[in-house]
């Protein structure tokens, strides 16, 4: 403790205590723990550095009384703070638990919470000592055959090389490598409940072009998903045909074309361009397709669906969008591509409808294959956006350019007839309580992280927390620069716990965003809430 700088240990209470706070989603006690632990860290780094700087300038050290005194202040206002912030952050937590949905917790976890925030601080810490009793040993060392400030100055460039290289090169490959190792591993597997289709209609099935082994996990969990015909026969009580279901997986092609070029190969396979349904999805980094999002429309087209996509990552979504989101990007625009160029050339009466779809990474692909929303309502017959990430460059720039007065957390733009933002089937009916018609849906929680995650956050207040929230975000919450930016960042770690509805969790608002935008012929408000139901039970 003795050895501790005094601004970084202030600096590293007031962040203790910043991260506390709430925020949009509740944290477990040991998730809270850990990051309260980091960001305590962090800001004692801070004031490390300062430190060092103010001594560079010339300042003295205080004296060994002033010294003993200032550490007494500091042990009071933490005696003080720090139990009088546990016992309101627990009562904060259980607001923003209230707030999604989620039941309240016992105020007597955050006792372990603040063991193991004092321990991950310690531990981080103690690392940064380590590194600096290396500088000086090397330092030491080195001076006995060189000049001081050349021994200094090789023990600095040694020590830096070794740290950045270790923490932004090796370690960072390395550890995206282990990732995409894993991934690969895991996408070499397949589902228990899912086996190898029997159907010509499935790629991987009787005479495909894909080869199941190549479809990767979640290919086959795609293709060998779904409802059967008697089931969309017995929800709909009116004749059914098979689903169509086509994908491409990273091992069946080489390259991101000749993928987008299998894909369609299959599609004309199938005959899906006879179906009354077309449907483009761009999946997650991992190739993981919603059932959630596909399944809707083969139950309001009893089957006359054909939908499409493939595979361009084996990286789970949040570690592609970090390092390979321009991938995502061209997938989703090579993909459509490919298929409207072929569908573009058949006659108007004898093609499908044509509609683009994606979740979260998937929603930042399948817009990217359009220039603005012209493009899409002229190239589409509608399109659904699910959890986009902030960074999505069309939610983006129709969110700027939403009516005044009109909340960034539920935008309109124009006169909400093409385009609609909704947070819950409710937003999607007229104010006469009829389905809206728009071309395109934009469906986001005010709760969801995913959205509203941008590096804006470290020094502006975003509109969403100025203007009237969300109902399912705290009222306790406010913008404190770069703090909030950290908290909405761990709150991205943690965005699939809520129960849906909330969070990054999507479901309830789906089967009416798919009929607000295709009003199916002979599908009722009552068929869309009672396959709600069915999908809520499922799933």
Known sequence: MRRLDHLGVLLGLLAFVSSLTPSLLPRSW??????????????YGVGVVCTWLARRAGVRPVSAQVHRQVWYGIAALSGVVVPVLLWLSSAWQNDV??????????RYLHIGMFLIAAAVAAALIGITRLVQDIYRLLARRLSRHVPRVAARLVSFVLVAVLVVGFGTGLAYRGLVRLADLSASSVDHGTPSN????????????PGSLVAWRTLGYEGRAFVGSGPTRAQLAGF?????????????????????QAEADLV??????????????????????????DEGLVEPLEYMYVGDTAIAAMQYSYLPSWVSFVVDKDRARNAGRVLFNTVYDYWATLPHQHRPRLVVFGESLGAFGSSAAFSGLA???????????????????????LTGRREHGTPERLPVYGDGQTVRFAASAADLHNPDGTLATPKAVFLQHASDPVVWWSPDLLWSKPDWLAEPRGPDVAVQMHWFPAITFWQITCDLAISLKPPPGHGHRYGPEIPTAWAAILHPAHWTEDDTAALTAVLAATG
């Open 375 to 397: 493009d899409l309502t002229a190239r589409t017959s509608g399109a659904l956006f699910v959890g986009p990430p902030n960074a999505t460059e069309l939610w983006r720039a």
């Open 30 to 43: 040991y998730l809270q723990g850990v990051v309260s632990g980091l960001s305590v860290a962090g800001a």
């Open 236 to 256: 709909s009580r009116r004749s059914a045909i098979e689903p169509i279901r086509v994908y491409a997986g990273l091992s069946s092609a080489t390259g991101l």
């Open 97 to 106: 638990l209230h707030a999604v949905g989620m039941h309240g917790g016992g």
């Open 194 to 205: 899912v086996v190898q289709p029997l159907t010509s209609l499935r790629s991987g099935g």
């Open 264 to 289: 369609l190969a299959e599609l004309r396979r199938t005959h899906a361009f006879d179906r009354a349904l077309l449907a483009i999805a761009t999946t997650t980094g991992s190739g993981w397709v």
